[in-house]
């Protein structure tokens, strides 16, 4: 079965695709094409979307229409796909980076829009494919090429900032998590309005080899460990107790019906 | 039947668009072409299409962009900072070969400048704005009539050519109100669907590859990459970079002559004055009030891609005159082309157009 799947979505004659061993990135669009399968989407009646960053040539592996703009604005040509032609199913790889830096104004636009996508985010808290430069989502502290005596401005919370702007559904996984990450995108593909899942990525290249973290393993393992559940880490702030130093919560944060655009008619 | 009206040059523009078949808008508010997408707003919806206010330009762009791969002929309308920001996309758009109509209703700059003033100072932006090497097509109205069918022969030139068009026209006309007829119907050519066999950027002989719509099964690959003719990524490949970005150029600019459209007056003057836009109106007002005098008159009505053969028609021409409202732009052009006469630039820049004394004194300085 699964084998089956990856032949119907993907495109032979692209590979070998340009990630670097041991990248998350290839998983989450395992997870992705896995549940666009799931949801019996044709391949024809489907656009992949994305903007610039390792995260973002995703696209240009699946065997649908895509399309690859330009850094950050991703969600503005999705905006166009969708609402010249709600009958197509819009799906959106980004980066943390194309997402929130330069693509932050588009981003919270099109939650407030809420317009009938799914917006994937891979999350590798680096600029990966300019090697390794900070994001607005590098932790403070951790090192980069552009913080190389550690990140101190605060991060953004891509989820909180999706709830916030207005998006129907939004949920954050890792690359560890491959099964509820997988579902977390079904719901989303499912959901009317937009759907941000953000998903957690290794990057061994740009970030784990800079901050201790050099077996891929490792990071994964990192991911395993600092990811608590949200109903946990609300239980926890009800309790009063502090979520520890370099946590983060993985679940999903909004699930609603809201007024969306877009959709198929 | 056609129709008389009096109308404002930015609403002749969404007339004219309409009448094209323009079924997607997608805008950000400036001075002065704000009316062009209140109209929109008002009209698309009750014709079926999609107008969309987008969160800023560069998303406006964007958003015209993944609207015409869907099939839509698509439309944004700006003014100078605006179209400043959507150079990136409109790069993209050369790259990709997307179809698409931006309309530069132009004003003072550089930066905010002047909002509610007159120029032109934005045409060496729509042809060299965005980086790297490119052509595009630009059409320039002199009145409310033309606004009306330069913007419908806008769409269609960008989907013959699959590249982005603008319609380079400025405060004056923009917001002026004429007479105009209103044809029944204006001629629509719609761009070609990619042909069973070829690839999604494969060329015919004309250098323009059929059209991968999305949604019709052909699952095309779209980048600004540098690209092979199935739209795979080739980014090293001298050869590949040079034999597209070359072919993006050619298939425009070895068509400038057919592309050309025109006017010209008095064949046999020998002073002569190149306009484009607002300026041919006055020049129509000097030969109105000197008929006795030949004096010749060559109006562009597409400015790129660059006609220069036009200059031939004028074979007793010893002077060149080119009034524009800018530091003097499109007078290059003329004086890249011209074979020994001599060629005034007349610059004006502040808000207003020439008058009919100033042109006509630049007539007796060269006699
Ligand atoms: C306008 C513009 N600015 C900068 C760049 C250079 N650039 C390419 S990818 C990238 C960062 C990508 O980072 P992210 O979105 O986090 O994706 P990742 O590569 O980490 O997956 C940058 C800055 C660009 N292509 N365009
Ligand atoms: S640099 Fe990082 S994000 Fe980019 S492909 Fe390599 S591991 Fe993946």
Redesign the interface.
Known sequence: MTTRVFEKWYREDRLPHIFCTGCGNGTVMNCAIKAVDMMQWEIDDTVFISGIGCSSRAPGYISTDSLHTTHGRALAFATGVKMANPDLNVVVFTGDGDLSAIGGNHFIHACRRNIDMTVICMNNMIYGMTGGQGSPCTPVGKISTTTPYGATEPVFDLADLAVAAGASHVARWTSYHTKELTKAIETGLATEGLSFIEAMVQCPTAYGRRNKLRQVTDQVEWMRTHAILLQKARRMEQEGKPIPEEHFTVGEFIHRQRPAMGVRR | MSKIEFMQGNRACCEGALAAGC??F?GYPITPSTEVAELMALKLPKAGG?F?Q???E???????????????R?MTATSGPGFSLMM??IG?AVMTETPCVIVNIQRGGPSTGQPTMSAQGDMMQCRFGSHGDMATIAVVPSTVQEMYELTAKAFNLADRFRVPTFVMSDETIGHMRERIIIPDKVDIVPRKPLQEGKLPFEADENGVPGF?K????????????THDE?G??DTTDPDVHAKLVKRLYNKVESKRHEIADYDAVNTDAETVFVTYGPGARTVRQVLHDHPNEEIGHLNLRIVWPFPEDTLKLFPNAKTFIVPELNLGQMVREVARHTTGEKVVSMPKIGGYIHTPDELYAAVEAEK
Request: hydrophobic share 40%; net charge negative; charged share 10%.
């Open positions: 079924n997607f997608g999609t969309i987008m969160e800023d560069i998303a406006s762009m964007g958003a015209i962009i993944g609207a015409s791969w869907t099939g839509a698509s990136e996309n993209y991968a999305f949604g019709s099964g052909h699952r095309v690959h779209v980048t600004g990459l199935r795979y990524p």
